[in-house]
């Protein structure tokens, strides 16, 4: 959002202007306490990188106290580096990434950066060369996209806070004020302002700057004469000085002087009377405005958005704020308009300290009225309210409360959410509608997964994720696939009408050689902010901008709805496409590989078993979809859902009911249309080594098919069979299983099951099912102690080959324990294997070594255990990894 | 102790403890363990020596090994059918083994404190999740 005012502080050297900046910078950055030579301050000259919630945020005009020099250490003295990133991490250290080389990495080159840690101490840490994707924590520091001298950085560790200089041949000395609020004030330097009247310059609540005073002073404006008069005197600023030097206060007393015209006056009082609240008297600097705009403007020069000042050192920060709010409340018990009025001049910092519910009241008040930039700028203020409000809700877990409250909040039944979706113009729809789309992607409606109440909203009748919408532009006229989008009042959903496929109904009466096609639409209904993936390529002037990495673009349904807006098309005209934040674009295909260390892509492979191809699979959809005619069909759709969920996956989403539905969904979907697909297979040509393109070969062709199919019906009919064995078992003694039927049911869930079924079949394994007694006793025989039989409350154990398990377990209980036990085997096996090899007795005291302490064992039974109870889908035994370890650290002694 | 006793259980021990020579040196065990169709051979080195462990409960019977089993009794014939020295020690019947009567009482002590001292079996249990 633009900012309502033009409030940025212009650099100041020796020769400054006679206006109201360079007072207000003189006032702010002048010299503290005493006097000093030579110094240059402006903060406007500096960049900091702080952290918030976790987040590297780069910022202009924010200043820490301290001079630089002492409380902040010089990057230059890690090197004359050019500095590519910056990173600060809350635990109080800062990272640099300098010094680019080109690395290869499986035949593809890569940029890798060394990478410099400075701890807070100032000890710098190991420097290494990490890859790209190394650089998570990448902090924004990208300075017009170039790479900045480690001279102008300087690291203050006490504040993890990093400041930048612009350009360090500006000043010899960085002074940050200390942040007590006092200032040397020496008369030399102010008195060149000294009784003098200044046109304060800028732009006001109607949208008007001070420029076209000077316009009308030249006679060639038509604005109206006696307004254009009120607007000068509203923008003088009267300087009055003291001619005596000395310490003063850099907050100023405010006071209304209604003896005086109603002057709106600034007094900087000396600092031994700075507490002093007589009117009038020892002040060094008066400043006497003809309007609380013209007032409040100089405040926000240099006092809150880009304050200098550490407010809790300053003394008299409370009588300061005490007079402003004093001034607000003046003038906010007055109209609407009047109130709207103040809040245009409100500096954002103020704005979002307002009491919430407060400005929620004002948002409706201003709704109710004809909403327009023409006189009062409301849809400013409209923006500006929302934005205050959103900043309230910092934690982000509560941006769903936002969304919902614009939703509940109501005028004539109409949402807040619609209402300020139909009186925003141009711009400010343009910004309102990407302001929904930051907020939703930082709230839960964006996640695919159960708990999104706007996925599930409208029950069988919801729209699918991914949603067949296309646009292209041609000649200037922009086009899409909807055929209708309107929102309902009531229900506040959205319905839209989308070509889904063409029909050929044979051939028109003016040309037997063309047949005619008839569009068939489908309707959907969507929640306001339910998640829609759109494909990109068929979508290359949609608010994309010149990105074009990513396969899809996820966007709340209400984007799409302003899409369908004319004016929204028009504004695109005229403003041009904006990009997007980066993390709304699902990443290509291509990517996948890049994304192999993600440990979550185990899910995927889960998900789809077959691993391997994968990315063949999704790169073959991908060139697929680009083949002509596709998109259009069901077949079409089906494939882009299905690559969708696959790029959802690899970018490292949680498999979660509501994905895994999805995909499952969409993988059966495509196998419907398995003759379809068979046939534009033939088409697909992929790249060969030797940069020639080549066709699937036949195999390729079945593994693609099967990794579809796999994704879809191997899993859950492998479970069903699994529950009808657990029930046919339920309730009776488990002595009386056949090694077969144990075998073949613990079948076809993981790879470990399989092989403890395997050495079940082979007679590797044995294992006997005794009653309690038997049990114990055997445990007894085989060394075990009687202690350890009570606290460990043994359920089953393995000793070598043999296994021994309680007969009174339920069956699940016991095919679980299987698993356990026969790891606990496999382990043996092979170390046996190992170890009849060995030549020397170090070499087998190594091999024993390879197979870790008690933890490891038991890591590894337990695991493995695990994954089989998931994969049979009756639950797991610990809810958590990190449960299931505690058990095993607690329970069993590291070695044995 | 006989030598070659001490250097058949030396061997088992190996088998089962590895802490000593690799089987490239064994003697008495190594046609065992190589022609044996007893996929697990191991199983009936592990039985025997639990047994003689003078400190493992439950077994206290250290005259007879009772057959717990049923296929115990074909895994020793494998064992006595391709070790010779452990006919020196042992007798195989048809469902126990037993000690040779050439092993002097005296020995037989000896032995069992040997394998007392130097026969440490680990098992793997499954401790039961706590509530």
């Known amino acids: ?896 | 102790m006989k030598i070659e006793t001490k250097e058949l259980f030396d061997e088992m021990l190996t088998y089962k403890r590895r802490n000593s020579l690799p089987k490239l040196y064994m003697k008495h065990l190594l046609e065992a363990l190589e022609k044996s169709v007893d996929d697990n051979f191991s199983i009936s080195i592990t039985r025997l020596l639990n047994w003689i462990k003078k400190s493992n409960r439950n077994s206290v019977n250290k005259d007879t090994y009772e057959f717990y089993h049923e296929s115990d009794n074909g895994r020793y014939q494998q064992l006595f059918k391709y070790c010779t020295a452990i006919h020196n020690v042992f007798v195989l019947n048809e469902n126990s083994i037993i000690w040779q009567e050439s092993v002097s009482e005296e020995e037989k002590l000896e032995i069992l404190d040997y394998i007392d001292k130097n026969y440490d079996w680990k098992m793997r249990v499954r401790a039961r999740k706590k509530k």
């Open chain 1, 1 to 896: 959002m633009e900012d309502t005012n033009n409030m940025m502080v212009t650099s100041v050297g020796n020769d400054f202007g006679v206006d109201a900046k360079s007072l207000a910078n003189l006032i702010a950055y002048g010299t503290p306490y005493k006097p000093k030579p030579n110094v240059a301050i402006d903060r406007s000259l500096l960049h900091t990188l702080t952290i918030e919630n976790g987040i590297t945020v780069w910022t202009e005009n924010i200043i820490e106290k301290e001079t630089i020099g002492s409380g902040f250490i010089s990057l230059s003295q890690l090197g004359n580096y050019d500095i590519f990133y910056v990173s600060l991490h809350e635990s109080g250290y800062m990272r640099i990434y300098v010094d680019p080389q080109e690395f290869t990495v499986n035949d593809e080159v890569q940029i890798w950066y060394r990478r410099l840690s400075l701890t807070a101490g100032g000890i710098l840490i190991q420097p290494e060369y990490v890859p790209p994707e190394n650089i998570t924590e990448f902090s924004g520091l990208d300075i017009d996209g170039e790479s900045i001298s480690a001279e102008r950085l300087y690291y203050g560790a006490t504040w993890n806070t990093i400041v930048y200089i612009n350009d360090i041949t500006d000043f010899n000395e960085v002074i940050i004020s200390d942040g007590t609020c006092s200032l040397y004030y020496n008369y030399e330097e102010f008195k060149v302002f000294n009784k003098r009247t200044i046109n304060l310059d800028f732009t006001d609540h109607e949208g008007y700057g001070a420029g076209f005073i000077e316009q009308w002073g030249k006679g060639t404006t038509d604005f109206d004469r006696t307004k254009t008069a009120k607007d000068i005197i509203k923008r003088q600023m009267k300087v009055i000085l003291s001619d005596r030097s000395g310490s003063i206060s850099q907050l100023p007393m405010i006071r209304l002087s209604r003896l005086n015209n109603n002057q709106y006056v600034l007094e900087y009082k000396y600092e031994e009377q700075a507490m002093c609240k007589i009117p009038d008297s020892d002040w060094a600097i008066k400043l006497e405005f003809q309007s609380y705009q013209g007032l409040l403007y100089f405040l926000n020069l240099y006092y809150f958005n880009n304050s200098p000042f550490n407010t809790n050192a300053c003394r008299y920060e409370a009588l300061f704020l005490n007079d402003y709010d004093s001034l607000l409340a003046l003038n906010l018990r007055a109209t609407t308009e009047e109130q709207l009025t103040i809040l245009y001049y409100l500096p954002y910092d103020v704005l979002i300290n307002q009491n919430p519910i407060d400005l929620w009241h004002i948002l409706g008040k201003a709704l109710r009225r004809k909403v327009s930039n023409n006189g009062l700028n409301i849809e400013d203020i409209l923006l500006s309210i929302l934005r205050a409000i959103v900043y309230n809700l910092r934690i982000k877990t509560t941006y769903e409360a936002f969304l919902n409250a614009l939703l509940t909040k109501r005028i004539n039944n109409k949402s807040y959410l619609y209402l300020l979706f139909d009186k925003l113009n141009n711009d400010r729809f343009r910004t309102y509608i990407h302001f929904l789309w930051q907020i939703w992607s930082d709230s839960a409606y964006s996640k695919i997964d159960d708990d999104n109440t706007a996925l599930t909203h409208g029950g069988d009748n919801a729209g699918p994720i991914v949603v067949p919408y296309t646009s292209n532009k041609t000649i200037g006229i922009y086009n899409t696939s909807a055929r209708d989008a309107k929102y309902n009042t009531d229900s506040d959903e959205i319905n839209i009408e989308l070509v889904v496929d063409y029909e050929d109904i044979g051939t028109g009466n003016y040309d037997e050689f063309h047949s005619v096609e008839q569009a068939i639409t489908a309707k959907y209904t969507f929640h306001p902010f339910s998640p829609l993936a759109i494909i990109n390529n068929e979508n290359p002037k949609f608010i994309y901008g010149t990105s074009q990495e990513g396969q899809f673009t996820l966007l709340p349904a209400i984007v799409l709805l302003a899409n369908e807006e004319s004016k929204f098309w028009s504004n695109l005209i005229t403003a041009g496409e904006y990009a997007i934040d980066i993390a709304t674009t699902l990443s290509g295909v291509g990517n996948i590989l890049k994304f192999r260390h993600l440990a979550k892509l185990s899910l995927l492979q889960k998900a789809v078993k077959i691993g391997g191809y994968i990315e063949m699979t999704s790169g073959t959809i991908n060139a697929l979809l680009k083949l002509s005619g596709l998109n259009d069909t069901k077949f079409g759709q089906a494939l882009s859902e299905y690559l969708f969920y696959l790029e959802l996956l690899s970018l490292g989403a949680e498999l979660s009911n509501a994905i895994e539905k999805g995909l499952k969904k969409a993988a059966g979907d495509v196998l419907k249309h398995e003759d379809d697909f068979i046939k534009h297979l033939d088409e697909v040509e992929v790249d060969a080594p030797n940069g020639q393109k080549r066709k699937l070969t036949e195999e390729e062709k079945i593994k693609i098919i099967e990794d579809i199919g796999s994704a879809t019906d191997v899993k859950p009919k492998r479970q069903l069979q699994y529950k009808n064995f657990i029930k046919k078992w339920k309730g009776k003694s488990i002595a009386n299983l056949s090694r077969e039927e144990i075998a073949d049911n613990l079948k076809g869930f993981t790879e470990q099951a399989n092989r403890v079924a395997k050495i079940i079949e082979d007679g590797k394994m044995e294992f006997y099912i005794l009653d309690e007694e038997a049990f114990k006793n055997k445990y007894l025989q085989l060394g075990g102690k009687e202690g350890d039989y009570k606290k460990y409350k043994i359920e089953a154990f393995s000793s070598g080959r043999e296994n021994y398990f309680r007969s009174d377990k339920p069956i699940e209980k016991f095919m679980s324990e299987l698993v356990h036990e026969g790891t606990h085997t496999l382990d043996n096996i092979k170390m046996d294997a190992l170890i009849e090899k060995a030549k020397t007795l170090d070499e087998m005291l190594k091999i024993e070594k390879q197979f870790g302490n008690q933890w490891s064992f038991e890591k590894r039974a337990y695991f493995h255990e695990r994954s089989f109870q998931e994969a049979t889908g009756l639950g797991t035994e610990y809810k958590t990894i990190e449960k299931m370890l505690e058990h095993i650290f607690k329970v069993y002694p590291k070695h044995y």
